[in-house]
Nanobody
Framework: QVQFVESGGGLVQAGGSLRLSCVVS????????IGWYRQAPGKQRELVAA?????????NYADSVKGRFTISRDNAKNTVYLQMNSLKLEDTAVYYC?????????WGQGTQVTVSS
């Protein structure tokens, strides 16, 4: 059974940083791309960053996080990271990882990120 397990969230002041981790059960190479998504209260879940798993590892970012967030991966550890810098109040959300495009059965519990002023 495939599981995506997120961790690393927390409470941080605006301008601060956090690094999220996503451990994928099984072989990460079964997926072409893995993404980080977020869902803020009252809003739809959105893709904020995604990375190819294979050689080269192309990445893409939502405009709202470009230049502030960086997705990376350690294939040997079946882990994908999201480094979040210069956090803003509007980054407050539950963050999830999933394949890209997402697949409903793979949603996990997510990790809460709260940015305070």
């Amino acid at each position: 059974q495939v599981q995506f397990v997120e961790s690393g969230g927390g409470l941080v002041q605006a301008g601060g940083s956090l690094r999220l981790s996503c451990v994928v059960s099984g072989n990460i190479f079964r997926f072409n791309r893995i993404g980080w998504y977020r869902q803020a209260p009252g809003k739809q879940r959105e893709l904020v960053a995604a990375s190819a798993i294979g050689w080269g590892g192309s990445t893409n970012y939502a405009d709202s996080v470009k230049g502030r967030f960086t997705i990376s991966r350690d294939n040997a550890k079946n882990t994908v990271y999201l480094q979040m810098n210069s956090l803003k109040l509007e980054d407050t959300a539950v963050y999830y990882c999933n394949r890209d495009p997402s697949y409903a059965p793979y949603w996990g519990q997510g990790t809460q990120v709260t940015v305070s002023s």
